[in-house]
């Protein structure tokens, strides 16, 4: 049975950082793609980032570019998602996820990732 276990959320002040793990274990997650979608109450869900199995493909939404950086060790079937410079508005719940997306612009649609974390809490206080 395929599972994703989160952990390295909390409470961290704006402009600092935090780093997420998601350890993944089960025979179907071999070769997939992983990444992480947010929730933040009362909005919209987020697909955050995502990188191919090789590493050599990486999505990132907008909001997130030049401050998240998406990172993974297949020895150790963990993707991390190191969060610098972080806002109040990065408050959320994070998911980790993994699937198997065909194409670059299927990396950055949730609907290819069919695994899916319990969630890791991040709070930026301002």
């Known amino acids: 049975q395929a599972q994703l276990v989160e952990s390295g959320g909390g409470l961290v002040q704006a402009g600092g950082s935090l780093r997420l793990s998601c350890v993944a274990s089960g025979r179907n997650l071999s070769l997939t793609a992983m990444g992480w979608d947010r929730q933040a109450p009362g909005k919209e869900r987020e697909f955050v980032a995502s990188?191919?199995?090789?590493?050599?493909?990486?999505y990132y939404t907008d909001s997130v570019k030049g401050r998240f950086s998406i990172s993974r060790d297949n020895a150790e079937n963990t993707v991390y998602l190191q969060m610098d410079n972080l806002k109040p508005e990065d408050t959320a719940v994070y998911y980790c996820v993994a699937g198997y997306p065909k194409t670059l612009a299927a990396m950055g649609d949730r609907s290819h990732f069919v695994y899916w974390g319990q969630g890791t809490q991040v709070t930026v206080s301002s």
């Open positions: 990188i191919s199995f090789s590493g050599g493909n990486t």
